[in-house]
């Protein structure tokens, strides 16, 4: 049996709606809001009906009290016609349900608090598909991160430069993505897909890995990995997402790159962020340290390079990611600045898979 609660400070109008709505529903009474509230702390109400005018605590006063502590419960007020201003307040803050002037006509108020019990049905309805569905994303997204790790651990355990650094172009990638506002969900396909963006190099032959410069096959077989792992990661319906990141996340901004010569806008921006994270840990911690670069002479050729091969958006955040190394100037749109170091960058250093 559904529970009502009747709020009124007077009593012959709760005895007269307690009367009402007794043999269908169990009935509850309270002469004041402090009472009603009290009541409510104790019972699972499913409808409230309450007078507007009373002392010490109006019926919206109430409403609003007690709208966190009893979500789903339909409410009802019961208004005079001189309650214009307090009527349209409740229904501008979405307190009421409905609103029954005085005096009511027993029938159709009735009928009202009957089709109440169903908008309160719906509400229950409406409140459990939402619980389920974020149990049932907070699940999806645990067996994601789950593959993610996993697949991490296989990297890993086949070649552990390509293992760390994946996690330092993740790093890298995530913080571009918080200045460049991206949403949570997007960032973490995007830390996700930065993680596992070498991950078809699995299928990649050591000696391709670490020869440079390449023979024209070899080079064909390097560029091949951001298809298989894509290939791979579109098996798993929760991370295709992050397969379409990873094919796409060697094309250049200005449509030369891999494997399908998208440009500029055409490229996702996920593709274009982890593009420039992954060409500066290239740069500054590579697999021969011995060609390692510092942080300032990076920029300076993420900079040389942006509206070629990255985005300058994106290469503008990543440089101010290390403000000690820079110092800006004039022109900002244009993106010039002044590196501190004058060290030059070999012109080999950055062979054909950069």
């Known amino acids: 049996m559904y529970k009502l609660l009747i709020v009124d400070d007077e009593p012959a109008n709760l005895r007269l709606l307690e009367r009402l709505f007794s043999r269908e ?36 006063e109430l409403l609003k009290r007690t709208s966190e502590l009893r979500p789903h419960m339909v ?55 939402t619980v389920a569905n974020e149990r049932l994303n907070l699940r999806l997204n645990e067996m994601k991160l789950g593959f993610v790790a996993a697949l991490a651990q296989a990297l890993e355990a086949k070649d552990e430069y390509e293992h760390e650094h994946a996690f330092r172009v993740s ?14 969900e997007d960032r973490s396909d995007l830390s996700s897909a930065a993680l596992l963006h070498n991950l078809g190099h699995l299928g990649t032959p050591e ?5 440079v410069p390449l023979t024209s096959d070899e080079l064909q077989i390097f560029r091949s990995h951001p298809e298989r792992a894509a290939r791979l990661l579109s098996a798993i319906p929760e991370l295709r997402n992050v397969a379409d990141i990873i094919r796409f996340h060697r094309e250049n901004f200005d449509a ?9 806008e ?12 992954e ?22 050729f993420l900079l040389d390079r942006a509206g070629k091969d990255f985005d300058p958006a994106v290469v503008k ?17 244009d993106l010039e600045w002044k590196v501190e170091t004058r060290s030059e960058i070999p012109s080999d250093f950055v062979d054909a898979r950069v």
């Open 25 to 60: 529903y169990y009935c509850l009474t309270a002469s004041s809001g402090a009472d009603a509230i009290q009541l409510l702390e104790q019972h699972d109400v499913a409808i409230l009906i309450t007078d507007q005018r009373m002392p010490q605590m109006t019926g919206i």
């Open 75 to 129: 409410r009802i007020l019961l208004t005079g016609y001189t309650d214009v201003e307090a009527l349209v307040e409740a229904l501008n803050c979405g307190l009421v349900y409905m609103y029954i002037t005085k005096p009511w006509k027993n029938d159709e108020l009735k009928l009202k608090v009957s089709r109440a019990i169903e908008h309160y049905e719906n509400n229950k309805k409406h409140s459990a598909l």
């Open 171 to 184: 790093s890298y990638a995530d913080a571009i993505a918080e200045k460049l506002g991206l949403s949570d």
């Open 207 to 211: 000696k391709v890995l670490t020869t």
């Open 256 to 264: 030369t790159g891999y494997p399908r010569g998208l440009g500029g």
């Open 266 to 277: 055409q490229i996702p921006l996920a593709c274009r962020i982890i593009r420039v994270a």
């Open 279 to 300: 060409a500066y840990d290239s740069l500054t911690q590579p697999r021969n340290l011995s060609a390692a670069i510092n942080s300032s002479e990076a920029a300076r």
């Open 317 to 333: 955040v990543m440089v101010n990611l290390h403000p000690p190394t820079l110092v800006e100037i004039e022109n900002d749109s």
